[in-house]
């Protein structure tokens, strides 16, 4: 497969006009932020509000020069609110915990996070929320991936939740494991602007008007990145502490650093770091291969002082029950895939303890 690369899509989308203005996408500066990652793409265009619709078409039109490269397996374009002159919002003051979002009955909520889109963030948020349960814990799962959501198909869940009183909503519910999306919470025609109080309202509606209780641990999958969207997350919500998942490329784990530093800066504990597609495993004759530098992960989560939670590798089975709405961790229990998820999660359990007695104490 042709590895496509953040200038080959530039260049693509450069033939989106943007009718009004006289110019293209992105000789206009209009397109903030491109990331590529195995074939999948992810492209964010600013806007205003009062745009939002002829902005709606150039989105459009994004996805679909970027889809026709050669290569590309997924294109996603996303509209974000154009970044205000002001500077960038400093970290919240420990002090106003009370601006924090909390969800209700819940004990522990983890992000999961990414430094950049396709790197099995998704996968893994669902086997760790999977495996955590499997170990006896009460467990959610909320899909804020304003990319699209894929834990609802990952979950094996389709539809909407329903509300009983027309305020607060029920989440759906899969292999013993409650489920929102941020895909729910969007009008299905009206084009989306992410903008940073709307990523705030849709979070904290999830969060607060959704019958979650009583829950021990709510994974949080963030959207892949550092922009202002996940910090606006990071610093505003009530986390206990964050998942780090990464690739083994040292590309990959410079973003994966942005993402350690970015929870570092709002003060937000780092449970530790996965290192996904880790090696690969052949189909054919289960041979382990190490194709790329084994061991960048661990090495990075000793020099941040981190903890490192485990490998997982890259093998066609989780793709395949993963995609399929059959998380490995449900599907073949037995499977060392899902041992070594497993593992994770006891490692995960272990660490918010730890996490807890420190605030308690
Ligand atoms: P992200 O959330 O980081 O964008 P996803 O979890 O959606 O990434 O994964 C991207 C693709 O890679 C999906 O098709 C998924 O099934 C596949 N994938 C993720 N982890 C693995 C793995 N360890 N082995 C094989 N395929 C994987």
New binding site residues.
């Given amino acids: 497969m042709a590895t496509v690369t953040e200038d080959q899509i530039a260049k693509a989308i450069a033939q989106a006009n943007v009718p009004d203005m006289d110019g293209d996408v992105v000789s206009l500066g209009l397109v903030s932020d491109i990331h590529v990652k195995d074939g ?1 793409v992810q492209i964010m265009i600013e806007t205003s509000q009062e745009r939002a619709s002829v902005m709606e078409e150039v989105r459009k039109d994004c996805e679909k020069l970027a889809s026709e490269v050669p290569g590309v397996l997924n294109a996603t374009a996303v509209l974000t609110e154009e970044r205000e002159a002001a500077p960038a919002q400093p970290a919240l003051d420990l002090t106003q915990d009370e601006r924090r979002i909390k969800a209700p009955g819940v004990g522990s909520i983890i992000a999961v996070a ?1 430094g950049k ?8 948020s669902v086997n760790i929320a999977l495996a955590l349960s499997r170990h006896g814990k009460k467990v959610g799962i909320m899909d804020a ?1 304003i990319y699209g959501p ?1 834990i609802p198909r990952m979950m094996g869940i389709s539809g909407q939740p329903r509300s009983e009183d027309g305020t607060r909503l029920i989440p759906m519910e899969n292999y013993d494991v409650k489920c929102m999306s941020m895909g729910f919470m969007v009008p299905e025609e009206e084009p989306t602007i992410w903008r940073g109080p709307m990523v705030t309202g849709a979070l904290e509606q999830m969060l607060r008007d959704v019958e979650w209780a009583p829950l021990d641990i709510l994974i949080v999958d963030m959207p ?1 990145g550092t922009g202002d969207a996940q910090l606006t997350m990071a610093q505003g919500t009530e986390l206990a502490g964050a998942i780090i ?1 990464s690739t083994p490329q040292d590309i990959a784990l410079l973003d994966a650093r942005k993402g350690l530093n970015m929870f570092r800066q709002v003060e937000v504990p780092i449970i530790g770091l996965v290192e ?2 880790s090696y690969y495993i052949c189909p054919k004759c289960g041979d382990e291969a190490h194709i790329f530098d084994n061991g960048g992960a661990k090495e990075t989560a000793e020099k941040y002082g981190c903890p490192f939670l485990g490998a ?5 089975e ?2 395949k029950t ?2 399929g709405g059959q998380p490995i961790v449900v599907s073949k229990t037995s499977s060392p895939h899902a041992k070594a998820y497993m593992d994770i999660a006891a490692k995960v359990i272990v660490e918010i303890d730890r996490l807890n007695q420190a605030t308690v104490t």
Avoid: Y
Wanted: glycine content about 12%; overall charge negative.
């Fill in positions: 999948m990414s889109g396709g790197v099995g963030k998704s996968t893994t991936d894929s892949p998942v996904n597609m997982i590798p890259l093998d066609v989780i793709r993963s995609d």
